[in-house]
């Protein structure tokens, strides 16, 4: 059974735009963040480092990418899907989709490595913990 996407829509405002009125690219990645943290939200969690077991883990993007297929403009109203598209053992890989209309206008990814922060500043892979692996889940299958 495929993950359920989390939906949440976001209005774009005029400082978004460029020059020709259309959605700058890069406003997309940060509409990706904007969906993961309130996916997030709804499964109890934050994207904001964590105390667990005495250690800080979070989980730092190592990969993002974005495709356009028709611009945005100001005041245009986007649904943001998010889907979590692989839940591996020391990352997650969330899937991306914006609709205007019920029209697809771009899709993207980003991977997120679950890691520790080390006592010199580092940081280190380990396993996403059982207690946010079972969160991360999706609750219609059980599975991501």
């Not at 100001?74 to 591996?88: P, Q």
Request: aromatic content about 10%.
């Amino acid at each position: 059974m495929a993950a359920t996407p989390f939906r949440v829509t976001r209005r774009v405002e005029f400082h978004e735009t460029d020059m020709a009125g259309i959605v700058h690219f890069s406003n997309f990645f940060l509409w990706m963040e904007y969906g993961e943290v309130e996916f997030l939200r709804s499964r109890g969690l934050t994207v904001a480092w964590r105390e667990q077991g005495g250690e800080r883990i979070g989980f730092p993007r190592v990969s993002a990418q974005c495709d356009y297929r028709r611009p945005v403009r100001f005041e245009d109203v986007l649904e943001i899907t998010v889907t979590v598209a692989r839940l591996g053992r020391r990352s997650i890989t969330y899937a991306h989709e914006f609709r205007l209309g019920g029209e697809l206008v771009a899709s993207g990814s980003v991977t997120a490595a679950c890691c520790r922060k080390l006592p010199d500043g580092g940081l280190e892979a380990i396993d996403i913990p059982d207690e946010l692996r079972a969160k991360l889940q999706d609750p219609a299958s059980g599975v991501a």
